[in-house]
């Protein structure tokens, strides 16, 4: 049963900049938000216990990252609600730092945006 739901498991990813980037450089964000999204994908894992008890959530962290790609600051903005899952978003943070460089066209010396973090169980 453990190894089917393993191969059940999916993690799901997607990140929103807060800011809309302008259609002059629409493509280098688009390209970076894959980027990053790719990032946190492969360094995101499934904690064995959740897997084990089907636990599922969803947790929103809003992020602050330099132009190199570190991650200044983040903050869990909606938990996911199970203590395994959001104890798994602090760690990610740490996994995942630097995040890939910005693209020198979007501008602002640091970037802001909320990341929503699932896991879940198909």
């Keep these: 049963m ?4 393993m191969m059940a498991a999916s993690l799901l990813v997607a990140v929103a900049i807060a800011a ?6 629409a493509a280098g964000a688009s390209d970076w938000q894959m980027a990053v999204a790719r990032t946190i994908a492969d360094k995101q ?7 084990m008890r089907q636990m ?6 809003k992020m602050t ?6 991650i200044k ?3 869990v903005v909606q938990a996911t609600g199970v203590r395994v899952l959001d104890n798994e978003v602090e ?26 973090l699932s896991w879940a169980l198909q």
């Design 2 to 5: 453990f190894a089917r739901i």
């Design 20 to 25: 809309t980037p302008k259609d002059s450089f």
């Design 56 to 61: 599922e959530g969803t947790a929103k962290v």
């Design 73 to 75: 600051s983040y903050e």
């Design 65 to 70: 990252v330099d132009r190199t790609g570190a």
């Design 91 to 116: 760690r990610l943070m740490e996994r995942v730092n630097p995040l890939p460089k910005p693209p020198s066209d979007m501008g602002d010396e640091y970037l802001t945006f909320i990341l929503p």
């Design 45 to 51: 894992v499934y904690p064995r216990s959740a897997l």
